[in-house]
Nanobody, 127 residues
Framework: QVQLVESGGGLVQAGDSLRLSCAASGRTVSNYGMGWFRQAPGKEREFVAAISWNGGSTGYRDSVKARFTISRDNVKNTVYLQMNSLKPEDTAVYYC????????????????????WGQGTQVTVSS
């Protein structure tokens, strides 16, 4: 069983940057795709970004393209989300997740593809 722990959230102003980290323990995640999702109050959890097992492929929701960058360090068993030019609409709890099946270069945008989730980290962007 893998445990995922997110960190790096906080309260920032519009235009600022944050870097989220997700550290995995219990088993290696280096063979699996990983993703970031977010959930704002009263809304469904939505896909933000995903990365393939070796970092060769990435995917983003349209509203964060060119502002967010997902990356991973398989030696550290950690995935990151660099968030630049933050907007108030980015305010949400951010969750990382890992798949349990090796899927090569394919990145998954669907929640159902991910079987392990962290507890989330709050990101609040003030205007």
């Amino acid at each position: 069983q893998v445990q995922l722990v997110e960190s790096g959230g906080g309260l920032v102003q519009a235009g600022d940057s944050l870097r989220l980290s997700c550290a995995a323990s219990g088993r290696t995640v280096s063979n699996y795709g990983m993703g970031w999702f977010r959930q704002a109050p009263g809304k469904e959890r939505e896909f933000v970004a995903a990365i393939s097992w070796n970092g060769g492929s990435t995917g983003y929701r349209d509203s964060v393209k060119a502002r967010f960058t997902i990356s991973r360090d398989n030696v550290k068993n950690t995935v990151y989300l660099q968030m630049n030019s933050l907007k108030p609409e980015d305010t949400a709890v951010y969750y990382c997740a890992t798949e349990a099946t090796w899927r090569g270069p394919v990145v998954s945008t669907k929640r159902g593809r991910y079987d392990s989730w962290g507890q989330g980290t709050q990101v609040t962007v003030s205007s």
